[in-house]
């Protein structure tokens, strides 16, 4: 998950907007047709280490109304995190 995309939503963006940026939510909540989870996981090999991270958009009608994603310090450890990952560093 690109975190300088997820900075870019906004409150006020529309659904579209939404999708182009982060792309089609991985979970689509049958319930609450105002929600959208992006969920992101990486576990590369045998590695007990693993890096995932969760945004949730809110909506009200068509227009975002909330946004929970991570901190920016929260968001520099796990890239940090998924770099050591993909160059096979972290076992």
């Known amino acids: 998950m690109d975190q300088a995309a997820v900075e870019q939503v906004k409150a006020g963006m529309t659904r579209s907007q ?8 991985m979970v689509a909540d049958s319930f609450d047709k105002e929600r959208w989870d992006y969920i992101y996981y990486l576990k590369k090999g045998r590695s007990r280490h693993v890096d995932s991270r969760r ?13 929970d994603k991570p901190t920016a ?5 796990q890239d940090a995190s998924a770099a050591k990952i993909k ?3 972290t076992y």
């Open 18 to 25: 939404v999708r182009y940026l982060l792309g089609t939510p």
């Open 55 to 67: 945004v949730t958009v809110y909506f009200d009608g068509d227009k975002v109304a909330k946004l």
């Open 73 to 77: 310090a929260e968001a520099a450890a």
């Open 87 to 89: 160059n096979g560093r």
